[in-house]
Protein backbone atom coordinates (compact mmCIF):
# COMPACT_ATOMS: atom_id res chain seq x y z
CA UNK A 1 0.00 0.00 0.00
CA UNK A 2 1.13 3.15 -1.12
CA UNK A 3 1.98 6.36 1.44
CA UNK A 4 -1.24 8.42 0.15
CA UNK A 5 -3.75 5.26 0.53
CA UNK A 6 -2.25 4.89 4.08
CA UNK A 7 -2.90 8.80 4.86
CA UNK A 8 -6.43 8.39 3.33
CA UNK A 9 -7.11 5.66 5.41
CA UNK A 10 -5.65 6.90 8.90
CA UNK A 11 -7.70 10.32 7.70
CA UNK A 12 -11.12 8.43 6.78
CA UNK A 13 -10.78 5.86 10.42
CA UNK A 14 -10.32 9.32 12.38
CA UNK A 15 -13.05 10.74 10.81
CA UNK A 16 -15.70 7.72 11.26
CA UNK A 17 -15.07 5.88 14.34
CA UNK A 18 -15.25 9.35 16.51
CA UNK A 19 -18.36 10.02 14.21
CA UNK A 20 -19.77 6.50 14.77
CA UNK A 21 -19.12 6.57 18.16
CA UNK A 22 -20.48 9.85 18.77
CA UNK A 23 -24.22 9.19 16.76
CA UNK A 24 -24.01 5.66 19.12
CA UNK A 25 -23.95 7.43 22.15
CA UNK A 26 -26.96 10.14 21.16
CA UNK A 27 -29.14 6.88 19.81
CA UNK A 28 -28.85 5.43 23.16
CA UNK A 29 -29.45 8.56 24.90
CA UNK A 30 -32.58 9.18 22.69
CA UNK A 31 -33.65 5.67 23.66
CA UNK A 32 -33.50 6.26 27.26
CA UNK A 33 -35.76 9.58 27.02
CA UNK A 34 -38.04 10.40 29.74
CA UNK A 35 -42.12 10.89 30.21
CA UNK A 36 -44.44 10.80 32.52
CA UNK A 37 -48.35 12.44 32.75
CA UNK A 38 -48.21 14.80 34.86
CA UNK A 39 -51.58 16.17 34.60
CA UNK A 40 -55.37 15.07 33.51
CA UNK A 41 -58.30 17.51 32.45
CA UNK A 42 -61.76 15.99 32.27
CA UNK A 43 -63.40 18.27 29.51
CA UNK A 44 -66.92 16.82 29.91
CA UNK A 45 -68.93 13.83 31.43
CA UNK A 46 -72.23 13.97 29.30
CA UNK A 47 -73.67 10.88 31.42
CA UNK A 48 -76.75 10.58 28.93
CA UNK A 49 -74.43 9.96 25.94
CA UNK A 50 -72.34 8.22 28.74
CA UNK A 51 -69.02 9.73 26.95
CA UNK A 52 -65.85 11.43 28.66
CA UNK A 53 -63.78 13.53 27.05
CA UNK A 54 -60.61 14.44 28.49
CA UNK A 55 -56.71 15.14 28.12
CA UNK A 56 -53.42 13.77 30.05
CA UNK A 57 -50.01 15.74 29.51
CA UNK A 58 -47.64 14.01 29.27
CA UNK A 59 -43.87 15.65 30.28
CA UNK A 60 -41.24 14.57 28.13
CA UNK A 61 -37.58 15.31 28.99
CA UNK A 62 -34.46 15.14 26.82
CA UNK A 63 -31.57 13.70 28.44
CA UNK A 64 -29.11 14.30 25.33
CA UNK A 65 -26.91 17.41 25.27
CA UNK A 66 -28.74 17.55 21.63
CA UNK A 67 -31.82 18.74 20.59
CA UNK A 68 -33.98 16.24 18.89
CA UNK A 69 -37.36 15.71 17.09
CA UNK A 70 -40.06 14.05 17.80
CA UNK A 71 -41.87 13.40 14.40
CA UNK A 72 -44.82 11.82 15.96
CA UNK A 73 -46.41 8.75 18.10
CA UNK A 74 -48.59 5.96 18.00
CA UNK A 75 -49.66 5.37 21.45
CA UNK A 76 -52.95 3.50 23.17
CA UNK A 77 -54.45 4.77 26.22
CA UNK A 78 -56.67 2.53 28.19
CA UNK A 79 -58.78 2.73 31.20
CA UNK A 80 -58.30 -0.64 33.61
CA UNK A 81 -57.08 -2.42 30.83
CA UNK A 82 -59.80 -1.30 28.24
CA UNK A 83 -58.63 0.62 25.44
CA UNK A 84 -60.57 3.58 25.18
CA UNK A 85 -58.32 5.20 22.50
CA UNK A 86 -55.53 4.60 20.02
CA UNK A 87 -53.43 8.21 19.67
CA UNK A 88 -51.96 8.83 16.65
CA UNK A 89 -50.05 12.56 15.43
CA UNK A 90 -47.16 13.18 13.15
CA UNK A 91 -47.17 16.66 14.38
CA UNK A 92 -43.56 17.46 14.57
CA UNK A 93 -41.70 18.75 18.18
CA UNK A 94 -38.53 19.72 19.08
CA UNK A 95 -36.85 19.55 22.34
CA UNK A 96 -33.65 21.48 22.76
CA UNK A 97 -31.01 19.76 24.87
CA UNK A 98 -31.50 18.51 28.40
CA UNK A 99 -34.58 20.29 28.31
CA UNK A 100 -38.34 18.95 28.89
CA UNK A 101 -41.67 19.71 27.04
CA UNK A 102 -45.23 19.03 27.13
CA UNK A 103 -47.16 16.93 25.04
CA UNK A 104 -51.29 17.26 25.36
CA UNK A 105 -53.21 13.70 24.26
CA UNK A 106 -57.01 14.23 23.84
CA UNK A 107 -59.09 10.94 24.51
CA UNK A 108 -63.08 11.00 24.16
CA UNK A 109 -64.23 7.66 25.74
CA UNK A 110 -67.77 6.16 24.70
CA UNK A 111 -68.06 4.39 27.68
CA UNK A 112 -70.73 2.30 27.17
CA UNK A 113 -69.36 0.85 23.39
CA UNK A 114 -65.95 0.49 25.33
CA UNK A 115 -66.78 -1.00 28.61
CA UNK A 116 -70.32 -2.09 28.48
CA UNK A 117 -73.01 -0.95 30.43
CA UNK A 118 -72.39 -2.25 33.64
CA UNK A 119 -68.58 -1.26 33.77
CA UNK A 120 -69.50 2.11 32.14
CA UNK A 121 -71.74 2.86 35.09
CA UNK A 122 -68.69 1.87 37.58
CA UNK A 123 -66.53 3.71 35.53
CA UNK A 124 -68.56 7.14 35.67
CA UNK A 125 -68.97 6.51 39.24
CA UNK A 126 -65.41 6.49 40.29
CA UNK A 127 -64.92 9.33 38.45
CA UNK A 128 -67.96 11.39 40.03
CA UNK A 129 -67.47 10.19 43.53
CA UNK A 130 -63.30 10.79 42.85
CA UNK A 131 -62.55 7.54 44.23
CA UNK A 132 -59.12 7.95 41.88
CA UNK A 133 -57.03 4.88 42.90
CA UNK A 134 -59.78 3.15 41.41
CA UNK A 135 -58.97 4.41 37.90
CA UNK A 136 -55.79 2.78 35.85
CA UNK A 137 -54.42 5.13 32.82
CA UNK A 138 -51.90 3.21 31.06
CA UNK A 139 -50.33 4.32 27.93
CA UNK A 140 -48.70 2.02 25.49
CA UNK A 141 -46.58 2.49 22.05
CA UNK A 142 -43.91 5.01 21.02
CA UNK A 143 -42.70 8.18 20.09
CA UNK A 144 -41.03 8.51 16.59
CA UNK A 145 -37.95 10.55 16.85
CA UNK A 146 -34.86 11.96 14.99
CA UNK A 147 -31.23 12.58 16.11
CA UNK A 148 -28.59 13.92 13.70
CA UNK A 149 -31.00 12.81 10.97
CA UNK A 150 -31.19 8.86 12.18
CA UNK A 151 -34.95 8.03 13.19
CA UNK A 152 -35.47 6.00 16.41
CA UNK A 153 -38.70 4.68 18.23
CA UNK A 154 -38.60 5.53 21.64
CA UNK A 155 -41.27 3.04 23.65
CA UNK A 156 -43.35 4.24 25.17
CA UNK A 157 -45.06 1.83 28.23
CA UNK A 158 -46.55 3.46 31.80
CA UNK A 159 -49.24 2.76 34.05
CA UNK A 160 -50.67 5.49 36.36
CA UNK A 161 -53.84 5.47 38.57
CA UNK A 162 -56.05 9.07 38.58
CA UNK A 163 -54.74 9.61 42.29
CA UNK A 164 -50.87 9.51 41.24
CA UNK A 165 -51.14 12.24 38.41
CA UNK A 166 -53.73 14.23 40.37
CA UNK A 167 -50.34 14.21 43.50
CA UNK A 168 -47.94 14.98 40.46
CA UNK A 169 -50.43 17.76 39.65
CA UNK A 170 -50.43 19.22 43.13
CA UNK A 171 -46.29 18.53 43.57
CA UNK A 172 -45.00 19.30 40.03
CA UNK A 173 -41.69 17.76 38.99
CA UNK A 174 -39.38 17.27 35.96
CA UNK A 175 -40.00 13.61 35.02
CA UNK A 176 -36.46 11.46 36.34
Given at each position: MTKGWKIFWIVTSAIIIPGGLWAGIGIATLQQICYSVVKYEIRRIDIAARTIEMAFTMMIKNPSKLSIGIEGYDIAVALNGV???????????????????????????????????????????????????????????KFNGRLLKIPIAVKVDSKYTLAEIIKQMDSPSTPC
Open positions: EIAKLVSEAPKTIEGEKATTLVLPVKIDLKKTFGQIKSQEIVGYFITKDFEKIVVSLKG
